[in-house]
């Protein structure tokens, strides 16, 4: 059964950073291709960013230069190091993986960015 836990969400200033991790059980990350995704309150479901068994990784607009997914093999764990925080940056954050012909997701971790 695969399992991911995502912690490290919480209430930041403008400007400031967190960062999230997706802790995974029933799968090794290490061969998947791994995304996070955000959903704002009111709002659709958004990827923000990918990691690939590779080692590449992508991001939409909204987030490059700000956001950096990186993964720990030994740790099975994918975090997501998130800087120069806005306040649309507001929404809870979900890591996913596909195994097996599905998608799997986490339960979430709240993100709120207010002064």
């Known amino acids: 059964q695969v399992q991911l836990v995502e912690s490290g969400g919480g209430l930041v200033q403008p400007g400031g950073s967190l960062r999230l991790s997706c802790a995974a059980s029933g799968v090794i990350f290490s061969s998947k291709s791994i995304y996070w995704y955000r959903q704002p309150p009111g709002k659709e479901r958004d990827w923000v960013a990918l990691i690939r068994s590779d080692g590449f990784t992508n991001y939409p607009n909204s987030v490059k230069g700000r956001f950096t997914i990186s993964r720990e093999n030994a740790k099975n764990t994918i975090y997501l190091q998130m800087n120069s925080l806005k306040p649309e940056d507001t929404a809870v954050y979900y890591c996913?993986?596909?195994?097996?012909?599905?998608?799997?997701w986490g339960q979430g971790t709240q993100v709120t960015v207010s002064s």
């Open positions: 996913a993986v596909d195994h097996n012909g599905r998608r799997f």
